[in-house]
């Protein structure tokens, strides 16, 4: 006789024992933030973490985007040894190196940028991705850094650019040294367009501040996932500066390629083939 169980259990669990079903793990489970649904976690990774039943898009962390693109065999990290450090000391409630520490522990990575070069599908690119659980994926010198030193590997190799946005913007711990990055990436960007090298953005959930006002939205190309929020200031920032409701799905990808702002929406899934494409049409290479 059926109950509750079976009507969330995936097929592959429910044909268990209910021996082995009592030995599952705690941890494999994950509740879709849209829709509440129960999600198995093995049967969401297959699915690029895309809620099967919503298709909700769940973020994605740097290493977890760039394995995603890059083939297996031969990718490389590139510029791991450029770490962060506090130049100006700083401290509000915490100390930064504090906050630093705390981000490379529950992250696992050095910073909030990571750079990859390899072939996506045979094509040689080199890959970058920012990490939104290290501190909000914030730009600080690292970032920028990490940035303008993947431009230039795009130069000297003559290979495409990729970066994948998602941050809240400047890291207020570094002050003018972190507002400086948005400078040196837009020139970054501009060195590439000069040389005729192909800069793809792709915005995921969500880009802010000044990332938003510098890289992210300087791609040859433009692409976004679904529903991910986009912009410089917060809509509850710009509602109560203009005193006005914003239109519905205001920053939401879809209203920001309604208007003009970003060139396509991809599904995860379509956005791997979407981007070879891409690629393959702007090297010459064979489609």
């Not at 770490?83 to 522990?105: C, I, N, T, V």
């Amino acid at each position: 006789m059926s109950n509750w169980l079976d009507k969330i259990l995936p097929g592959s669990i429910r044909a268990e024992t209910p021996a082995k079903a009592s030995q599952i793990p705690e941890g494999l489970w994950l509740q879709c933030p849209q829709c509440q649904a129960a999600l198995y976690q093995p049967d969401l990774q297959a699915s690029d973490y895309v809620c099967p039943q919503c298709r909700y898009h769940f973020r994605l962390s740097a290493r977890q985007r760039l394995h995603w693109l890059f083939d297996a065999d031969g990718r490389e990290e590139l510029f791991s040894a450029i770490k962060p450090r506090d130049l100006l000391g700083f401290r509000d409630s915490k100390k930064y190196k504090e906050r630093l520490g705390a981000a490379q522990k529950e992250s696992g990575e050095q910073d909030a940028l990571l750079v990859m070069a390899g072939k996506a599908d045979g094509v040689a690119i080199v890959a970058c991705a920012f990490d939104f659980q290290f501190m909000g994926g914030s730009m600080g010198s690292v970032v920028g850094s990490k940035f303008a030193s993947a431009c230039e590997y795009a130069l000297q190799h003559k290979v495409p650019l990729v970066c994948f946005s998602a941050s809240g913007g400047a890291r207020m711990q570094e002050a003018l040294y972190s507002l400086m990055q948005m400078a040196k990436t837009s020139a970054a960007t501009a060195r590439l367009k000069e040389a005729g090298i192909p800069y793809i953005s792709v915005l995921t959930d969500p880009v802010y501040g000044g990332v938003s006002a510098s890289l992210a939205m300087l791609g040859d190309v433009i692409l976004a996932e679904p529903k991910a929020l986009i912009g410089f200031a917060g809509p509850r920032v710009i509602e109560q500066t203009v005193r006005q409701q914003l239109p519905e799905g205001f920053q939401r990808a879809e209203f920001l390629l309604e208007h003009g702002m970003i060139d396509n929406v991809y599904e995860r899934a379509a956005l791997k083939p979407a981007l070879v494409r891409i690629l393959k049409l702007l090297t010459h290479a064979n489609p």
